[in-house]
Nanobody
Framework: EVHLVESGGGLVQPGGSLRLSCAASGFTFSNYAMSWVRQAPGKGLEWISAISNVAGKTVYIPSVKGRFTVSRDNAKNTLYLQMNSLKPEDTGVYYC??????WGQGTQVTVSS
């Protein structure tokens, strides 16, 4: 079965940085594009970024483009999200996803003074 485990979240001040990781197992990681999705307090799920299986293509929503960078290490079965210049509106639970049915448990990111 697919297992995805996010880590790296925490409390950070506005303007700060965090690097999230997602450890994947139970499938051939290198064969799949992967996504990051988040849920802010009181809001629904928001897809924010995706990366192709060999890291040749990445996409971002406008609100994070230029601040967030998605990457992957297929040899380690790990997905990453580098988040810079964080804003309070980035607060939420961050999930990695293989598809609509395959999610991790999420990691909490809180951006506050």
């Amino acid at each position: 079965e697919v297992h995805l485990v996010e880590s790296g979240g925490g409390l950070v001040q506005p303007g700060g940085s965090l690097r999230l990781s997602c450890a994947a197992s139970g499938f051939t990681f290198s064969n799949y594009a992967m996504s990051w999705v988040r849920q802010a307090p009181g809001k629904g799920l928001e897809w924010i970024s995706a990366i192709s299986n060999v890291a040749g293509k990445t996409v971002y929503i406008p609100s994070v483009k230029g601040r967030f960078t998605v990457s992957r290490d297929n040899a380690k079965n790990t997905l990453y999200l580098q988040m810079n210049s964080l804003k309070p509106e980035d607060t939420g639970v961050y999930y990695c996803a293989k598809d609509f049915l395959s999610w991790g448990q999420g990691t909490q990111v809180t951006v506050s003074s």
